[in-house]
């Protein structure tokens, strides 16, 4: 277990520190399955460092208080310059020293305390207000370029920023606004509010990471210089960020800074500033603190990236869900690298919030240096006749009412025949989880719906093989492969469809769920509301959505023709495919029989272990996972052994299979 933890640790810290993978996903996971088993058998033995307590735990109620040993300072501002020059002079009033100057990128994050002992991470703090911050620790565990365990079992306090990446930030945030949640307003605000979740499961789904700038407190070392401390971070298994550089005059600093005003569009994360700091402690020490701030350090803050323009239209469009998101288009102005026309509103309540009109003068911003953004608006340049904006009420695609579900910012279309919302849930109809109609891409989906061959999911059952080859690059046999998956697809278990349908909130496993409970789509459609949030794990949201979908008259259209194309409306309890998918250990896994069976020949045991989603093969590599080892097995468990793939006997084997088969 300490072997399969360090190795799978090593491939982390190569992988989120250092930048550069050196394992394959598949082998990662093979081997991090492998300690998860293990760690079932032997609960004991889990070590507090092990790669597998990053996933998140138990729910907090709230965050316990830390009082900072050292107290976290801030910084002074240095906004061009002339300021920097004056730093400079004052720096070398205090000092006799020769100065070299650390310069360091400011990361906008949020700054954090870690504490080891022995080598183990045992606390993480927030700032809070310098002397007593909050212990996130559960939350920073899943943070996986913070080490768990040091290279060396020392006692030490580092100090640095956590942040979320730019990609992830616009990920998390189309999410959020697919789902008609709030977005977060920049790349700082989403790593705060994923840090301060009281459920770290949250945090771990969050894709943070850190830049770790300086020792707080060690007995263990004892460097002169910040360069050999950050080198010496490196070492120890911290990641610091390595645009870092030293300067020998404050003129090398303002060229360094000068370099990333134009660069820092291309980093991953924000940055709102450099951080000059005096490189050599006994220097640093003459020097001293102010109150607030150290002297030997100053924060050169970027000017905002702002450009001005006016607002020409409000566009609304309408996405799968129906939720209806506004789009400003402007005037077209250059702001940091590219010129921007178009900037997302994101909701209604951000426009009221604002009070964006038309015609208004308006500045814009990049979040996360990507996003255009409207940041406020120039009241004062506001024509005289200008008038609030008035939202629409209507779906801009179909027309049918908009409604704004209560605890939502968003406006939704609920009309399911909405034909903005059907290209989109068409792709959603087809895809793996829901139908899994084999052939309908994007592309031909499109094509469909605009030659009219289709004007919802249900009409696909109805496509004639004429229809398709009138499509773009479809011969007679691709539309003859997709005849026969839209054939196929009739006879789905019921969960699929419901899932496919694209009711709001209803995903894959909720569909299921439901299904299990009411066996026809007929009893989930006069299900009352009770009936469905009684269901284990199904909350009042997904009962409220399900009951407002069914009330749709068009709905009952939509359902009307899917009969009339005989598709099966039926729970059919899992499949052989759905229980490989769910249950068995033997799904996407590589397994090598050797030796004597004597439960079922090799044959049997082959087929059954495909069955349940395994691919059986004669000969061990390191790709394969599992060697089910009968009596007398010979070389091939030798081989097995030596490249460490998991191996077992035939009664581990059969009592898996088993266990397969007997799940409802
Ligand atoms: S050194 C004594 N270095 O900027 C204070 N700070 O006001 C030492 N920050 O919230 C701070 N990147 O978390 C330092 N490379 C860096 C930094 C950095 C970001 C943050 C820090 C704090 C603020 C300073």
Request: charged letters at 30%.
């Amino acid at each position: 277990m300490i072997a399969l933890n360090e190795k799978l640790n090593q491939w982390a810290h190569e992988y989120y520190v250092k930048d550069m993978p050196t394992v394959e996903d598949a082998e990662y996971d093979k081997i991090y399955h492998q300690l998860v088993e293990l760690e079932a058998t032997f609960p004991d033995l889990v070590t507090s460092d092990s790669i597998t307590q990053r996933i998140g735990g138990e729910i907090l109620t709230g965050f316990n208080k830390v009082e900072h040993q050292v107290p976290m300072m801030s910084l002074n501002n240095a906004f061009n310059k002339g300021d920097l020059l004056d730093f400079d002079k004052r720096i070398k009033k205090l000092t006799d020293k020769e100065i070299q100057y650390m310069v360091e990128l400011k990361i906008d994050g949020l700054a954090i305390n870690l504490r080891y002992e022995n080598g183990l991470f045992i606390q993480g703090a927030t700032r809070g207000d310098g002397v007593i911050g909050e212990d996130i620790t559960q939350n920073l565990k899943t943070v996986m370029s913070i080490p768990l365990k040091l290279k060396q079992p020392i006692d030490i306090e580092v100090r640095g920023e956590c942040y979320m990446p730019k990609k992830s930030f616009i990920q998390l945030n189309e999410a959020r606004e697919a789902d008609g949640e709030n977005v977060f307003a920049n790349p700082r605000n989403a790593a705060a509010g994923s840090l301060r979740q009281l459920d770290s499961k949250i945090t771990a789904k969050r894709n943070l990471s850190t830049f770790i700038y300086t020792v707080a407190e060690t007995s263990s070392f004892d460097f002169s210089t910040q360069a050999a401390s950050l080198d010496e971070l490196d070492i120890i298994g911290f990641k610091t960020n390595h645009q870092r550089q030293l300067c020998q005059s404050i003129e090398d600093v303002w060229d360094y800074i000068e370099n990333f005003l134009d660069k820092r569009n291309e980093l991953d994360y924000e940055i709102d500033g450099i951080v000059i700091k005096v490189n050599d402690f006994s220097a640093q020490k003459d020097i001293g603190f102010t109150v607030k701030a150290p002297r030997w350090a100053i924060a050169y803050k970027f000017p905002a990236e702002e450009a001005e323009t006016i607002i020409r239209d409000i566009e609304w469009t309408v996405g799968r869900t129906g939720v209806v998101t506004p789009t400003a288009v402007m005037d077209p102005v250059q702001l940091a690298g590219t010129t921007v026309s178009r900037a997302s509103l994101h909701n209604v309540d951000l426009i009221k919030e604002k009070d964006i009109r038309l015609l208004d003068s308006v500045m814009i911003h990049k979040a996360g240096d990507i996003i255009p953004e409207v940041t406020r608006v120039l009241v004062d340049k506001r024509r005289t006749d200008s008038k609030v904006y008035e939202f629409p009420t209507h779906c801009p695609a179909c027309g049918s009412e908009l409604e704004r579900i209560e605890s939502e910012v968003a406006l939704r279309c609920m009309n399911p025949m909405c034909p903005a919302q059907i290209k989109e849930g068409l792709n959603h109809f087809v895809s793996r989880n829901a139908m899994n109609i084999d052939g309908l891409g994007p592309r031909v989906l499109e094509q469909m719906y605009d030659k009219e061959i289709i004007k919802n999911v249900a009409d696909l059952y109805f496509v004639t093989e004429e229809e398709l080859l009138t499509l773009d690059k479809i011969k007679e046999k691709s539309a003859n492969n997709i005849l026969t998956a839209i054939n196929n697809s009739k006879t789905n278990s019921l969960e699929k469809l419901l899932f496919g349908l694209g009711i709001q909130h209803v995903g894959s496993k909720a569909a299921k769920l439901i299904a299990e409970k009411f066996k026809e789509l007929d009893a989930v459609m006069s299900a009352t509301k009770e009936e469905v949030s009684g269901i284990d794990t199904i909350g009042p949201v997904i009962a409220d959505s399900l009951e407002k979908y069914f009330a749709n008259e068009e709905v009952h259209e939509l359902i009307a023709e899917l009969k009339r194309a005989e598709i099966n409306l039926t729970y059919l309890g899992k499949t052989l495919e759905d229980l490989s998918h769910v249950e068995s250990p033997f799904k996407d896994k590589t397994i090598v029989l050797t030796g004597k069976l004597t439960h079922f020949n090799r044959n049997e045991a082959k087929e059954k272990i495909e069955a349940l989603g395994g691919k059986v093969t004669g000969s061990v590599s390191k790709k394969t996972d599992i060697v089910v080892a009968g009596e007398e097995a010979g070389s091939k468990l030798e081989k097995a052994l030596k490249l460490e793939v998991t191996v077992w006997n035939e009664e581990q084997m059969v009592s898996a299979i088993e266990n397969s088969t007997k799940v409802e």
